[in-house]
């Protein structure tokens, strides 16, 4: 018994270090990939000597020496991205160019067909011949910056770049100007949600028996009402009126599910609006939450002056920030720029289609995905002339597609003529507002709402192609369209006139949250689907409260949370039944009502994240929305993953009838909307008591509403992920200013996975008392102390400073790499 011990003992022992030889060669071979920041190189590609300076906050200050160009600071921005978001930027570019499989297999061929028949890396490519002279030299530069890192990982055995890179097979060629308009191309797709809007809508028009409730759970925008469309049945009777399940969405898809496409938030104070004198602007661009963020942070010293802020890996642009004398935010314009077109087939070609002029022949061609340990896969990549073919089994599509029938998509990005690019460069080197609207013409995708501040003016103007559709277009661009009747096509865009601008507003402040902007008739009218009718309304009383403003109180805004759909809906929902109840004893379904009623009755609707009522409103109305259209939907309604809190307001006003959702149609009864609001309140106590415990007053809005902060590819892997992931607790909600937009669906429906990932605010009185943050930190390497440093600020609502000041950028700096040409 003895001996067997001590073998037991020793193989225990042997087994034990072998794990911590595994952990230590795992942190070796990762550690080797982490960058050195204070050094001295020679490098290809620089004109002469630069100087990366990274502040306190890892933030890079790229100095030009005396002789050097724009070109050698784009350089060093390439090579700073390349230092501390390789893996991100390589992946981004595999995703557009649909070359995904060739290194994780099966689980990613859906994603690399949509992306291939897309052929946005192509258009991409087609794209370079038309930037201006000075965006090719900025581009070419920067692909030499990246370049540069890699033959300096290379020559130096640098651990392959990122860690990642030891766990996935990747290899990695020499970065191309292409592939920077690639990846803007490919930002256009995550924050377009038209196409997905309307599959919804055909969806649910096919499943609702009275087609007039249609304007009830797919509310319009508050304002003039919109024109009759046709019942998409009378568009194909061919179809079945049913509802049908939602496919599950692919984590890989770079499309994102309704609800979490793009949103924003921009304001803007003239100089008579603001104490000191001086203008002011805020933005908060939001993106769905990942690790590392989309954002880093940077400052460029070019010729017309140092611009800093927001730019995304793998591109040459400072998307969002400002120079020392403008500055300039985005909000995303939710302009409808996508259509879908039913194309009917030839019966006796099924290689041709109908058009306005008869049958026409596909332009096609072959594509051959290859596949990690799989044969490989041929596409064979069709357009009409409305767009790319897209398949069936995407997005559900083949449920609203008539036998004989396909469909493609029209969008305004889908162009070889693509100017983005060089409006963004053009955007930094603007010294006023009328040069950085003059920069906006040359925008095409995505469509953006820019916000504008120098000394003096603000303005906003939506940028970005704007389809010119026929007055007579059937669906106005709302649901799918006959793809063969002339009405409906796209009769080329808009001139850049015609896009919505204000500038210098007799009120002194301008301002966007993604909501409706003009109230212009079809087909002048810029969009039917607007990104949020709620967080204007807070916005607009905290401009309206204070007859100036401070940088503080633009902050004060921004982390603002305080839900005004809260306020509108709980004494709405709850009409009949606060202290109504009778007494009803401790652990009793009726007392916890009671409990919950008494707790919300006293709450100001602030979603912060230590009290209880966040989450009791959330589960509520949560549960509420899906009672009410359960039996209406079936399986559809899980699609319907966010609440709409102007589809509750029409039900429970009974706007035009709208209370009718209250009733369940398979029940014997009529429920009224207060059994409703009852029921609900009880679905959501019973869930919360599951999850978090039968005390109310114990509960916690951020146990539930964490920030996931994932890695996308080792987030999922066991162990490694405790490390590589991000999680916090977090105030606000889906229509708060400080917005933390919920999951709305899975085991955690509460969890924040769409928010702010970056925030700044300027100044244009002191600019250098500006300040910004990102969500997660400046490097993409798990290893690294900057790969969450800025998280926990960020949560707090803290800022780093903005400055363009060297001084302030070299005191405790965490390292100056000097380039010096080879």
């Not at 003895?2 to 003992?9: D, I, T």
Request: aromatic share 8%.
């Amino acid at each position: 018994m003895r001996l067997l011990f001590k073998w037991l003992l020793r193989i225990a022992a042997g087994a034990i270090l072998l794990c911590l030889a595994g952990v230590l060669l795992v942190y070796f071979l990762a550690s080797q990939s982490l960058p050195e920041y204070d050094k001295t190189i020679a490098l290809p590609g620089p004109t002469a000597p630069i100087e990366i300076v990274r502040d306190n906050a890892n933030v890079p200050h790229i100095f030009p020496s005396f002789g050097a160009s724009d070109e050698d600071v784009y350089f060093g921005l390439g090579y700073a991205h390349a230092q501390d978001r390789l893996w991100q930027m390589v992946v981004l570019r595999r995703t557009v160019q649909g070359r995904l499989s060739e290194v994780f297999g099966t689980r990613t061929v859906e994603t690399d067909s949509f992306l291939r028949r897309l052929d946005m890396y192509r258009l991409a490519q087609r794209s370079v011949a038309v930037q201006s002279p000075a965006t090719m030299a900025a581009l070419e530069a920067y692909s030499a910056g990246i370049n540069a890192r890699l033959l300096e990982i290379n020559e130096q055995a640098l651990g392959r770049g990122a860690p990642e890179m030891f766990l996935v097979n990747m290899p990695i060629a020499p970065w191309q100007p292409a592939d920077s308009l690639a990846i803007m191309k490919l930002m256009a797709l995550q924050l377009s949600g038209h196409m997905r809007e309307e599959i919804l809508r055909a969806q649910t028009a096919l499943a609702l028996e009275d087609p007039d409730r249609l304007r009830d759970i797919l509310p319009d925008a508050p304002g003039k009402g919109v024109t009759a469309l046709p019942e998409y049945a009378a568009l194909f009777p061919e179809l079945p009126r049913i509802a049908q399940a939602q496919s599950p969405e692919d984590p890989w898809m770079p499309v994102a599910p309704r609800g979490l496409a793009g949103a924003s938030n921009a304001w803007a104070a003239a100089p008579s609006r603001s104490a000191a004198g001086g203008t002011l602007l805020a933005n908060d661009p939001h993106l769905g939450l990942t690790a590392p963020g989309y954002w880093y942070l940077a400052r460029l010293e070019l010729a017309t002056g140092g611009v800093i802020g927001g730019t995304i890996p793998g591109m040459p642009a400072v998307i969002a920030g400002r120079s020392q004398v403008m500055g300039w935010g985005v909000t995303s314009s939710y302009l409808d720029d996508q259509d879908l077109f039913i194309e009917k087939l030839n019966p006796d070609n099924p290689q041709e289609y109908l058009s306005p002029t008869g049958h026409k022949k596909f332009l096609s061609r072959p594509s051959i995905i290859q596949i990690k340990d799989q044969p490989p896969v041929t596409l064979t990549l069709r357009w009409s002339e409305n767009g790319p073919v897209l398949p069936g089994s995407l997005f559900d599509l083949d449920r609203i597609t008539p036998p004989g029938h396909v469909v493609s998509l029209s969008w305004t990005a889908l162009s070889d003529q693509d100017t983005s690019m060089t409006a963004a460069l053009d955007l930094m080197r603007a010294q006023t507002v009328a040069d950085g609207l003059k920069a906006g013409e040359k925008f095409v995708a995505p469509s953006q709402n820019l916000t504008l501040a120098d000394r003096s003016t603000i303005a906003l103007k939506t940028m970005g192609a704007m389809p010119r559709r026929d007055a007579r277009n059937q669906s106005q661009g709302r649901l799918p369209n006959p793809g063969w009747r002339r009405e409906n096509k796209w009769n080329g865009t808009f001139n850049y006139a015609a896009n919505p601008e204000f500038v210098a507003p007799t009120g002194g402040i301008l301002g966007n949250t993604n909501n409706k902007t003009v109230d212009r008739p079809f087909p002048n009218h810029v969009s039917f689907e607007w990104g949020d009718t709620q967080r204007i309304n807070r916005w607009r009383r905290l401009m309206q409260a204070r007859e100036v403003h401070t940088r503080d109180s633009f902050i004060e805004a921004q982390l603002d949370t305080v839900s005004y759909s809260a306020r509108t809906l709980l004494p709405l929902i709850g009409a009949d039944l606060w202290y109504s109840g009778e007494a009803a004893p401790d652990g009793t379904p009726e007392r916890l009502r009671h409990d919950a009623l008494a707790l919300l009755a006293e709450w100001n609707g602030e979603m912060n994240e230590h009290l209880p009522e966040p989450l009791i409103y959330a589960a509520w109305i949560r549960a509420l929305q899906k009672r009410l259209i359960a039996d209406d939907l079936g399986l559809l309604a899980d699609a319907y993953r966010h609440v709409d809190p102007l589809f509750l307001e029409r039900v429970f006003r009974n706007v035009e009838g709208a209370a009718v959702w209250c009733d369940i149609r398979q029940s014997a009864r009529t429920e009224s909307c207060t059994d409703m609001a009852r029921l609900s309140l009880d679905d959501a106590l019973v869930e919360l008591g599951e999850t978090y415990g039968r005390n109310l007053e114990a509960l916690r809005w951020g146990d539930a509403h964490q920030a996931t902060h994932d890695h996308p590819v080792l987030g999922e892997v066991p162990l490694l992920r405790f490390f590589v992931n991000i999680r916090q607790s977090t105030s606000g909600g889906d229509n708060t200013l400080q917005r933390g937009l919920t999951s709305g669906d899975g085991p955690n429906p509460y969890q924040n996975v769409h928010s702010a990932s970056y925030r700044g605010v300027y100044d244009f009185d002191d600019p250098d008392s500006s300040v910004f943050i990102a969500a997660t930190g400046q490097s993409g390497h798990f290893l690294s102390r900057h790969y969450d440093d800025m998280s926990q600020l960020w949560r707090r609502g803290e800022y780093i400073p903005m400055s363009l000041d060297e001084e302030l950028a070299r005191a405790a700096a965490v390292g100056i790499t000097q380039i010096t040409p080879r």
